[in-house]
């Protein structure tokens, strides 16, 4: 499975910005989709993810900003980030997580290669 990101770019505080990912290959087996941010210096972080196709789950710093969806048949997730500030300027990477159980899914991690969120005060 190929993880592909797109979007992000330079926003202004309190502008917005759309991420939007797509996993690309047999996707059979995929579970979850995610994205996580890392910051210069900091350590990746889950900003938000969704299993199922509807559990969804956000990091505390976003919640009631950012607005993660999801279109299975297609195998995208999109990201709606409004409100953005200058915190939450990171490299945006789209995970995607097999699930365990089923023929020939072993829980695998597929991860894409981020793309850049810069946000200016």
């Known amino acids: 499975v190929e993880v592909v990101e797109s979007g992000g770019g330079l926003a202004r505080a309190g502008g917005s910005l759309r991420l939007s990912c797509e996993a690309i290959?047999?996707?059979?087996?995929?579970?979850?989709m995610g994205w996580y941010r890392q910051a210069p210096g900091k350590e990746r972080e889950l900003v938000a993810r969704?299993?199922?196709?509807?559990?969804?789950l956000y990091a505390d710093s976003v919640k009631g900003r950012f607005t993660i969806s999801g279109d299975n048949a297609k195998n995208t997730l999109s990201l709606q980030m409004n409100s953005l500030k200058p915190e939450d300027t990171a490299v945006y990477y789209c995970?995607?997580?097999?699930?365990?159980w089923g023929t020939g899914c072993h829980g695998m991690d597929y991860w894409g290669k981020g793309t850049l969120v810069t946000v200016s005060s």
């Open positions: 290959g047999d996707t059979t087996c995929t579970y979850t």
């Open positions: 969704i299993s199922n196709g509807v559990n969804t």
């Open positions: 995970n995607a997580v097999d699930r365990p």
